[in-house]
């Protein structure tokens, strides 16, 4: 089951009447913070979606050490959906990948699994997960 809401505490009655495996759609950085600490859901999908500020030397991918050590010990992963880096412009796919980058490495430096949704291409997941320089111990495909 997939929840997007945008209220924390509707969400939660949502994840409680929920069948497994559920999938929570990021909503800002408040909202993720208090859904991965109420942590009683699988997924964390589009955490690098948000806009956020670039800096020269900073970039701001909404997920931190913090947040990541949340997670491990809610036993909650992260979903990158490769479908949205495809369809964005130039521009836009350059600062979300970026932002991958930076998650999949703090993700893989703390031990939080990444699942990357990927309808299209199977042969190249292993290739772009390579890449992005991820644990591959830590990263799956899902086929939804």
Known sequence: MII????VEKSKNLIKNAKRP???????????????EYGKFDFLEGIE???????????DSGF????????KKNKVSLIFDLE??????????????SQLI????????????IYIKNKKDKTGLLAFIQDINA????TKSLDF
């Open 49 to 59: 979606n948000s806009e956020r500020k670039i800096k020269l030397r900073n970039i």
């Open 102 to 113: 930076q998650n999949a490495k703090i993700s893989s430096k703390i031990g939080v699994n």
């Open 22 to 36: 559920i999938i929570v759609e990021s909503n800002g950085d408040e909202y993720n913070r208090k859904m991965l």
């Open 64 to 71: 931190n050490k913090v947040l990541a050590n949340i997670a």
């Open 135 to 138: 644990n591959a111990r830590t």
């Open 4 to 7: 997007n809401e945008k209220s």
């Open 84 to 97: 949205k880096l495809r369809k964005g412009s130039k521009y836009e796919r350059a600062k979300m990948l």
